[in-house]
């Protein structure tokens, strides 16, 4: 996925206009400046690859895991990973 990121990362200015506007003209874009910034964005994608990243790799070891002992605790962690990992998509999704 990051490999597709790259000309987004790279073009992002050309594709999100907002990058490129006034922010004391837009309210809206002044007060959410922080995030709808050249910085924030790249925060922001950081953040959720990593997330990501963590996510993935946590549930692939429990359920490899899980194919070898057949634990009931592999079961448990990975629906432990997988509902902060709903809970943290979800929030990022509602803050955009």
Known sequence: MAIFFLPI???AKKIYAWMSLDPHVDHALHTKQPLL????FY???????LTW???SNRLRKWSLKQDESGA???TH???FHSY???FASQSRSRSR
Do not use: D, H, N, Y
Not at 37 to 40: C, H, L, V
Not at 43 to 49: G, T
């Open 37 to 40: 910034s050249m910085p924030g």
């Open 53 to 55: 990243w963590v996510l």
């Open 9 to 11: 990362a790279l073009l």
């Open 84 to 86: 902060w990992g709903i």
């Open 77 to 79: 962690k990975m629906r």
């Open 43 to 49: 925060i922001v994608a950081a953040v959720c690859f």
């Open 72 to 74: 009931a605790e592999c």
